[in-house]
């Protein structure tokens, strides 16, 4: 387990840079958003035109992601910039790879012109113009090419400078057998998809039985987020969203609409009433307006060193802030997979009971959207307090509030919880003891140490004479990353940090006691 909290220090700078996509993509919808313009009207051409800027750079960093992890896993673990051009070489091969491979009976949703690759051809049997696209792998496609860049750099090294090819120096073979690796991982996945095709195509059938059964949407709201946080919530969305399996409907001039947001999109567009539709989307006002922010405070509290609460007092209003306008569910969802998956796994449980629990009460409310299902940002604050005017919608809204606060106080909770008892045994297994006396050993005992701060994922600690620290013995209990920092040594024990920090304020709080 100490090898994934390696990947949480790895992936950090991606989650900000992701988290900075969701700010732009969200404040740039936000001002095009037609319910906002019924609080304030923006005609100005230059406003909307950069609405549309923020949108558009927004969507690239978020569907970059994959590719950012991939750049920054391979130049960490390498501690070498060449990576970064290897990274990127064999990752577009394993695209391109996967589009020439696939099998064309894939479900739709299976394919995606990620990084604009595509390839068109007319078929000589039958002359029909045939478009490919690679497979929309998400996170899994990030690993395999991550994987591959670190084997082909590793045996890169060891290339001799001569031979027939003495000319090709290490970065330069390091790069072919990318495009070897990568091309060979591109087939085998290419090949292999369609059972994860099948899979996905029998989750989807068994919800959409009975999409009015409280057990079924439960179902769909842990595999929404399952899917999302892979990166290919298009296969799970896509169908319920603009399909017939999410509803139908017919307007009154006898026009057929097929999905839930496509259906509450046209209902509400049309001034008519939409209480039986936006099933799909009702549970993300409750996480983005209430049950995030409870997460964010409750890992703010759990910030013991005054000064830095008080530096981060700022941006944690800016993040709630945002999650309450915007949304920021998928970037703290990835935080908890790599920091508190114990954690994440609560979520994910409480996702689906929200969406249980709302389908077993008929609360729906849903948001006019069409477009990428990837980039969406359902259950926004604008898009609720919108219908306060509207009488028809006051038991939904109600419902949605007392969730909501419920939630808000649950989320809260559970993350002190976690942090202050179940964080340790999740990667430690019940080490607490020897973990922490192995610790206080390594510092050069409790008398070696000033004071001791705690983060979510950092112990910050001021030595008395650094020279007693033992580097090599912190690193064997678990210390992913050592650094000096204003406030003292930073040692990265992930999770676990502030239930060490409790423990170490024991033994110092008894060292005293002995003392007197």
């Known amino acids: 387990m100490r090898r994934w909290k390696t990947f949480f220090e790895i992936v950090l700078f991606p989650l900000k840079v992701l988290v900075v996509g969701f700010i732009l993509l969200g404040f740039g919808e936000l001002i095009i958003n037609e319910n906002f313009s019924l609080f304030y009207t923006i005609s100005n051409q230059y406003i909307l035109i950069f609405a549309s800027l923020l949108i558009l750079v927004g969507r690239f960093v978020i569907s970059s992601f994959p590719i950012l992890l991939i750049l920054k896993f391979v130049s960490k673990r390498t501690?070498?910039?060449?990576?970064?051009?290897?990274?990127?070489?064999?990752?577009?091969?394993?695209?391109?790879?996967?589009?020439?491979?696939?099998?064309?009976?894939?479900?739709?949703?299976?394919?995606?012109?990620?990084?604009?690759?595509?390839?068109?051809?007319?078929?000589?049997?039958?002359?029909?113009?045939?478009?490919?696209?690679?497979?929309?792998?998400?996170?899994?496609?990030?690993?395999?090419?991550?994987?591959?860049?670190?084997?082909?750099?590793?045996?890169?090294?060891?290339?001799?400078?001569?031979?027939?090819?003495?000319?090709?120096?290490?970065?330069?073979?390091?790069?072919?057998?990318?495009?070897?690796?990568?091309?060979?991982?591109?087939?085998?996945?290419?090949?292999?998809?369609?059972?994860?095709?099948?899979?996905?195509?029998?989750?989807?059938?068994?919800?959409?039985?009975?999409?009015?059964?409280?057990?079924?949407?439960?179902?769909?709201?842990?595999?929404?987020?399952?899917?999302?946080?892979?990166?290919?919530?298009?296969?799970?969305?896509?169908?319920?969203?603009?399909?017939?399996?999410?509803?139908?409907?017919?307007?009154?001039?006898?026009?057929?609409?097929?999905?839930d947001v496509n259906i509450w999109t046209k209902i509400i567009s049309s001034g008519e009433n939409a209480l039986s539709y936006g099933r799909f989307i009702t549970p993300y006002y409750v996480l983005n307006i209430f049950a995030i922010p409870g997460l964010l405070l409750g890992m703010f509290t759990i910030y013991t060193d005054k000064i830095q609460r008080n530096r981060l007092v700022v941006f944690l209003i800016l993040l709630i802030i945002v999650s309450i306008l915007t949304g920021t569910l998928l970037p703290v969802e990835l935080f908890l997979l790599f920091l508190c998956p114990l954690l994440l796994l609560f979520h994910i449980l409480y996702t689906g009971l929200l969406f249980g629990i709302f389908e077993y009460t008929h609360t729906y409310l849903g948001f006019r959207f069409s477009g990428d299902v990837v980039t969406a940002l359902p259950g926004k604050f604008i898009?609720?307090?919108?219908?306060?005017?509207?009488?028809?919608?006051?038991?939904?809204?109600?419902?949605?509030?007392?969730?909501?606060?419920?939630?808000?106080?649950?989320?809260?909770?559970?993350?002190?919880?976690?942090?202050?008892?179940?964080?340790?045994?999740?990667?430690?297994?019940?080490?607490?003891?020897?973990?922490?006396?192995?610790?206080?050993?390594?510092?050069?005992?409790?008398?070696?140490?000033?004071m001791i701060n705690a983060s979510p994922y950092r112990l910050i600690v001021q030595i008395v004479d650094i020279e007693n620290i033992d580097l090599i013995k912190l690193q064997k209990l678990g210390a992913t990353k050592v650094s000096r920092t204003r406030a003292g040594l930073a040692f990265s024990f992930g999770s676990s940090s502030y239930m060490i920090k409790r423990l170490l304020d024991r033994q110092i709080m008894a060292n005293k006691r002995n003392v007197e």
């Open 79 to 259: 501690h070498s910039s060449s990576t970064i051009i290897m990274g990127l070489t064999g990752y577009v091969v394993f695209l391109i790879t996967t589009m020439l491979f696939a099998p064309t009976t894939l479900s739709a949703t299976s394919y995606s012109d990620i990084l604009g690759i595509s390839y068109s051809a007319i078929n000589t049997a039958t002359g029909i113009l045939i478009t490919r696209e690679p497979i929309q792998t998400g996170l899994l496609g990030s690993f395999i090419v991550g994987l591959c860049t670190h084997m082909s750099y590793h045996n890169s090294r060891g290339k001799q400078s001569y031979g027939l090819f003495a000319f090709v120096d290490k970065n330069t073979y390091g790069v072919v057998l990318n495009i070897l690796f990568c091309t060979i991982a591109g087939i085998i996945v290419a090949l292999g998809w369609q059972y994860l095709d099948e899979y996905t195509i029998n989750i989807v059938d068994f919800i959409s039985s009975d999409i009015t059964n409280p057990i079924n949407m439960f179902l769909y709201g842990i595999f929404d987020r399952l899917f999302s946080i892979s990166f290919v919530g298009e296969s799970i969305r896509q169908p319920f969203w603009y399909t017939a399996v999410g509803g139908s409907w017919n307007s009154i001039t006898g026009e057929a609409v097929l999905g």
């Open 383 to 450: 898009d609720y307090v919108v219908f306060l005017r509207r009488v028809d919608y006051f038991s939904t809204l109600r419902v949605i509030l007392i969730v909501g606060v419920i939630s808000f106080f649950v989320y809260f909770f559970m993350t002190r919880i976690y942090f202050k008892f179940l964080a340790f045994d999740l990667f430690d297994l019940g080490k607490k003891k020897l973990i922490t006396e192995g610790f206080t050993e390594a510092i050069g005992g409790i008398d070696n140490i000033k």
